[in-house]
């Protein structure tokens, strides 16, 4: 018999690929449980931040909750553009960079770059001179909180990290 956290595991896998809501009545008969069962695993998903709609038809996934790792990188200005690739190609999303300054202590910024447009338009941001790398205030060491949708791809970026030589340590 499969424990509870593995079913809900495979129910969010579920909902996650379904094309349409799916019933009540089919997840009980899919996981030979009670239909009260599915309604307190889909209240414990809720709760782990899956957005799980109930409509007349079934549940529907909205949004499946993202994993965040931080990574302390350090590279040239020149490097930034393949860093930040690496990142996106492993299938990872740049939530923000900071530094750690002596005096001001952390200072970030949201970044949001989960695309190769995304890349091409900050790259050409500091490139126009619109703005200068936070990263330039600690001689290129900085973080990055990077998400993902789970463990094995911020396993990858990490090892792309490596691969490229930006690593320094992850948080």
Do not use: W
Not at 6 to 26: H, Q, W, Y
Not at 120 to 149: Q, W, Y
Request: charged content about 25%; some cysteine; aromatic content about 6%.
């Amino acid at each position: 018999m499969m424990k509870a956290n593995e079913r809900r595991k495979e129910m969010a896998m579920l909902l996650a690929n379904a094309k349409a809501p799916v019933a009540g009545n089919t997840l009980s008969e899919r996981f030979g449980v009670s239909r009260q069962i599915i309604v307190q695993d889909i209240a414990t998903l809720r709760e782990e931040g899956y957005e799980i709609l109930s409509t007349h038809y079934g549940y529907l996934l909205q949004k499946v909750p993202l994993l965040e790792r931080v990574f302390e990188v350090m590279h040239t200005a020149d490097e930034t553009e393949p860093e930040l690739r690496c990142i996106v190609a492993n299938g990872g999303s740049v939530k923000d960079v900071f530094v750690k300054h002596k005096v001001y202590g952390k200072i970030s910024a949201p970044l949001n770059i989960y695309s190769n447009r995304h890349i091409d338009r900050f790259i050409n941001g500091v490139k126009n001179g619109t703005s200068s790398e936070l990263m330039n205030i600690t001689g290129g060491r900085h973080f990055h909180t990077v998400l993902a949708e789970s463990e094995e791809i911020l396993d990858k970026v990490e090892q792309a990290l490596k691969d490229g030589k930006y690593l320094i340590s992850v948080k």
